[in-house]
């Protein structure tokens, strides 16, 4: 598995593809899931039968517009992670980068690598989070349309609640203001950007001291504010696995896609698989250390 793009390599694919920029796919699976299980990575949890992070390289690894993918992971789950690529043969997928402890350290490994592969300023860039494990083809399509015309957009749901933006009156919480209910939306991913406006939004970011976006539209929309972020349609289904009463929900969702009877409510079969490749991958480590 190569560790990262090279300049070179980027040319000579510029050259081979009619498509006037590279559409890269940067998916992020770093995080240690504190809310679902700290002993199972949720990213290699099965879902439907296949790990969380499968299904999202895949909604990217087999849309015909997406030229490369990074996939950025922790330590933890580093070994696994290559191993599911070289076993279901994602070919679009370029490296794997260590990501950090916050989802902003994860999209800044990412970024700096593509700025040493020298990646053109007009490339798309998809930022999207592995634990959205069923996000559909037409928002991808929708991320990568919007950049024509957009620097910068991002996939969003129409909310069917009514919002209520809050301050704080001593130790309550009070109604600040309630936006029209046409005019909110569900952040979801992919956010999309041109590389150029993301990198130059982290740049000006980063002389912050306060800075500590929970997403990377957050960035742009606070460091470059005069740069318009494109909704494009979401879905019900792209939502965020985040603990383990997500789980039957992910297990419906999936079998409708696959045609596979859903997980049992209660049935420990995913967990135990996720447990079974971790102890798989120790097992090889160790037995690599012996060899030494």
Request: aromatic content about 4%; hydrophobic content about 40%.
């Given at each position: 598995?190569?560790?990262?793009?090279?300049?070179?390599?980027?040319?000579?694919?510029?050259?081979?593809?009619?498509?006037?920029?590279?559409?890269?796919?940067?998916?992020?699976?770093?995080?240690?899931?504190?809310?679902?299980?700290?002993?199972?990575?949720?990213?290699?949890?099965?879902?439907?039968?296949?790990?969380?992070?499968?299904w999202s390289i895949e909604a990217f690894e087999n849309n015909p517009r997406v030229s490369d993918i990074i996939v950025v992971v922790n330590a933890r789950v580093?070994?696994?992670?290559?191993?599911?690529?070289?076993?279901?043969?994602?070919?679009?997928?370029?490296?794997?980068?260590?990501?950090?402890?916050?989802?902003?350290?994860?999209?800044?490994?990412?970024?700096?690598?593509?700025?040493?592969?020298?990646?053109?300023?007009d490339a798309k860039i998809l930022i999207h989070d592995s634990v959205r494990p069923f996000v559909a083809q037409p928002s991808?399509?929708?991320?990568?349309?919007?950049?024509?015309?957009?620097?910068?957009?991002?996939?969003?749901?129409?909310?069917?609640?009514?919002?209520?933006?809050?301050?704080?009156?001593?130790?309550?919480?009070?109604?600040?203001?309630?936006?029209?209910?046409?005019?909110?939306?569900r952040a979801q991913t992919p956010q999309a950007f041109r590389f150029d406006t993301i990198n130059k939004a982290y740049e000006l970011a980063a002389a912050d001291p306060g800075f500590h976006p929970t997403d990377d539209t957050r960035v742009v929309v606070d460091y470059l504010p005069d740069t318009p972020v494109a909704i494009v349609e979401g879905s019900e289904t792209n939502f965020k696995i985040t603990t383990q009463a997500d789980m039957p929900i992910a297990e419906g969702i999936a079998a409708k896609l696959t045609g596979r009877p859903a997980a049992i409510a209660g049935d420990d079969t995913a967990k135990q698989e996720a447990k079974a490749r971790m102890r798989a991958v120790f097992a090889e480590a160790a037995a690599e250390m012996h060899r030494r």
């Open positions: 598995m190569p560790l990262g793009f090279t300049v070179e390599s980027m040319t000579e694919r510029e050259q081979r593809q009619a498509q006037s920029a590279p559409v890269v796919a940067v998916v992020l699976a770093a995080g240690f899931g504190t809310r679902f299980d700290e002993s199972n990575p949720k990213q290699l949890v099965s879902v439907g039968g296949k790990p969380i992070v499968c580093n070994d696994m992670v290559n191993a599911l690529i070289d076993e279901n043969g994602y070919g679009k997928v370029r490296a794997i980068v260590p990501g950090g402890e916050e989802r902003v350290d994860s999209t800044l490994a990412a970024l700096d690598l593509l700025k040493q592969a020298g990646i053109p300023a991808i399509d929708g991320c990568i349309d919007a950049l024509d015309r957009f620097e910068a957009a991002t996939v969003a749901f129409a909310s069917t609640d009514t919002v209520l933006l809050t301050e704080d009156l001593g130790d309550r919480k009070v109604v600040r203001a309630v936006p029209d209910r046409p005019d909110t939306f």
